[in-house]
């Protein structure tokens, strides 16, 4: 069975900084694009960045030059160095994964449990 577990989330100052790492494991042939996503109360969740197996990446234009996404594929690992935060990135952080489970298999979306992020004014 595959997970996906996030750590690094919690409270941080105005200007602050955190790091969030999500760790798949299980059984997994591949996996194509890692991301992070983020839900404040009241709002849709919505795109943070990703990156792909290649290392390219993509950033919602409300985090760019503060964010920076990274992935280990040796570890199945994806991070989000998060800088310069500020009240409205308080948010539960989802990291998301599209992984085969085997060569044949079409594409799955996997989803971590989210954590918590609170940046204080």
């Known amino acids: 069975q595959v997970q996906l577990v996030e750590s690094g989330g919690g409270l941080v100052q105005t200007g602050g900084s955190l790091l969030l790492s999500c760790a798949a494991s299980g059984r997994i042939f591949s996996i194509n694009a890692m991301g992070w996503y983020r839900q404040a109360p009241g709002k849709q969740r919505e795109l943070v960045a990703t990156i792909t197996s290649g290392g390219s990446t993509d950033y919602a234009d409300s985090v760019k030059g503060r964010f920076t996404i990274s992935r280990d594929n040796a570890r199945n690992t994806v991070y989000l160095q998060m800088n310069s935060l500020k009240p409205e990135d308080t948010a539960v952080y989802y990291c998301?994964?599209?992984?085969?489970?085997?060569?044949?298999?079409?594409?799955?979306?996997?989803w971590g449990q989210g954590t918590q992020v609170t940046v204080s004014s």
């Open positions: 998301n994964a599209k992984l085969r489970l085997f060569a044949w298999s079409r594409e799955y979306d996997y």
